[in-house]
């Protein structure tokens, strides 16, 4: 067969783990050819592509981004967009995709599926907000680097008696403020999943100063206070209706300061949470559904995501995998709030 593989959306810790497993079993157990389509969807939509083979993959596990590049292209927002697709398949003599994304790519591979096209899914985002799977990889990588910040930034909030909002990736989803914030001992974590009273906020920070100790709040950017609304960067959409967020770090930075008069900065970790190299727990995820992808494609298994659940790599649905987000339940928040202004 002869195997295409792309990687969609935002660029996460571990995809070129995924596509360093999927060439090197694909080659040398089932004797497969493979083409990688850059740009994600963008690839088979404008044919681009670049070769895929052993050479390729060497020395790129430990390598963060991809190898392929990655773009929100959308081709069900674009005219012809399957038809174009399925031409560039054939004229590529491409038999089946390897799709690695998220909520929006695995949500095209799904419709293709549908459509006729031969599809396998891999589950990516540092959100860990996928169903159908336990962990995503890139998560635990991104959780590593918001806690060794925070643990940082505690050093220096006790210096200068202030308080430190960190403010961290997670949409629609808080779970890297919580594993994050509980790892590196926040006094107030906000997420997504709950809107927040800025006045308690206040209160934990008051009662941390009151016990000698600086503040830390981990803040999810998608968080959003009582009776308000996310802070929006712009109010432009991306080709899935996303906005981009960004702000609510430094508002509740000034409610803070105003409400409790003592000094409150901003840290937003953006990007540098999803940079540079894996955790090794995201390297061995990655490569073991890699693995379980490319079996899965070798069996003709088509429309099928693989995932993680408990210790085992499972083949689920990719409908199933898309049909709702994952999201932190109020149980693991109540669980961290005991340590809330303590
Ligand atoms: O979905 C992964 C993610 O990192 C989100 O946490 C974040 O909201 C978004 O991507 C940011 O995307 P971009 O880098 O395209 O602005």
Known sequence: MRIG???????????NAVIRAVVRKGVATYGHEFVGFRDGWRGPLEGLTKPLGIPEVRGILPRGGTILGSSRTNPFKIENGVERIKNNLAEQGVDALVAIGGEDTLGVATKLHELGVQVVGVPKTIDNDLGA???TFG??????IAMEAIDRLHTTAESHHRTLVVEVMGRHAGWIALHAGLAGGANVILLPERQFDVDQVANYVEKRFEKQYAPIVVVAEGAQPLDGQMV???????????????????????QIEAKTGKEARTVVLGHIQRGGTPSAFDRVLATRLGLQ?????NDGDWGKMVALQGTDIVRVPLAEATRELKTVPLERYTEAEVFFGS
């Open 5 to 15: 593989v792309l990687t969609g959306g935002g660029d996460c810790p571990g995809l």
């Open 133 to 135: 799977t336990d962990y």
């Open 139 to 144: 998560f635990d990588t991104a959780v590593n």
């Open 232 to 254: 929006l960067h712009n109010q432009e959409l991306d080709a899935f209706g996303h906005v981009r967020l960004g702000g609510i770090g430094q508002w509740l930075a000034e």
């Open 293 to 297: 992808a490319i079996d899965a494609a």
